[in-house]
């Protein structure tokens, strides 16, 4: 079959920024770190870029050496681990939008570079865990805008790179994406623009997850690019 005419039926999301709203989370957890190891505190405004990277560029003006870095990091991610989500945290038709790709025989998945254990309870207490196939973390892996997550993604789904899409508000996740040879389309709800988007290798960029939905329930279809 021509790849053009093959259907894509692998959907792979992003997490933080993409399906659930967790800036306020993450910051306060940096912030009680911060406070446990009496480090001086930093703006919103400055870990808000960060959020989606690798955990430790939020403590990176610090200067930690190894093992420093490696402590500061399970005391957020234990932090982190006890904020309570709820489905308030997902972004605006982020429920529709999954029922309408699994409604159309969308296999989905989330690849991110949180800790598995992290996701997994961030997607169950948003109430929607039991709409993904699976989980890719990013504990074991190179983070994005590494491939390593995406090709995981296409691993555990039995599924090629030619099949499948990612969506994602990072121009990492782009990266990521277009290294594996898998499609990405972005959503402008995180730090980066349209531009920044596109540079990384985005397909197609919209608005929001909202703006996503209402282009497929109204005839655009992944497969018209």
């Known amino acids: 079959m021509n790849k053009s005419n093959l259907v894509k039926n692998l959907v792979i999301f992003d997490l933080d920024g993409t399906l659930v709203n967790t800036i306020d989370q993450i910051c306060n957890a940096v912030y009680s770190t911060r406070e446990l190891f009496d480090f001086a505190q930093v703006?919103?405004?400055?870990?808000?870029?960060?959020?989606?990277?690798?955990?430790?560029?939020?403590?990176?003006?610090?200067?930690?050496?190894?093992?420093?870095?490696?402590?500061?990091?399970?005391?957020?991610?234990?932090?982190?681990?006890?904020?309570?989500?709820?489905?308030?945290?997902?972004?605006?038709?982020?429920?529709?939008l999954l029922n309408l790709l699994i409604?159309?025989?969308?296999?989905?998945?989330?690849?991110?570079?949180?800790?598995?254990?992290?996701?997994?309870?961030?997607?169950?207490?948003?109430?929607?865990?039991?709409?993904?196939?699976?989980?890719?973390?990013?504990?074991?892996?190179?983070?994005?805008?590494?491939?390593?997550?995406?090709?995981?993604?296409?691993?555990?789904?039995?599924?090629?790179?030619?099949?499948?899409?990612?969506?994602?508000?990072?121009?990492?996740?782009m990266h990521a994406a277009t290294s594996a040879t898998v499609v990405a389309y972005g959503v402008l709800q995180g730090v980066h623009d349209e531009n920044q988007l596109f540079e990384a290798g985005a397909k197609k960029v919209f608005l929001d997850i909202s703006d996503l939905y209402e282009s497929l329930v109204t005839g655009w279809n992944f497969e018209d690019l």
């Open 43 to 96: 703006s919103k405004e400055t870990l808000v870029p960060k959020i989606g990277l690798a955990a430790s560029e939020l403590f990176s003006d610090l200067n930690l050496n190894n093992t420093e870095t490696v402590k500061v990091v399970d005391t957020f991610r234990k932090h982190l681990g006890n904020v309570k989500l709820s489905e308030l945290n997902l972004f605006p038709c982020v429920i529709d």
């Open 103 to 173: 409604s159309r025989n969308f296999i989905l998945s989330v690849g991110t570079n949180k800790p598995y254990w992290i996701a997994d309870k961030t997607l169950k207490e948003c109430k929607i865990r039991e709409k993904f196939s699976f989980v890719v973390g990013g504990e074991s892996l190179p983070l994005k805008p590494d491939k390593a997550i995406i090709e995981n993604c296409l691993k555990h789904s039995n599924t090629t790179a030619a099949a499948a899409i990612m969506i994602g508000d990072r121009v990492e996740d």
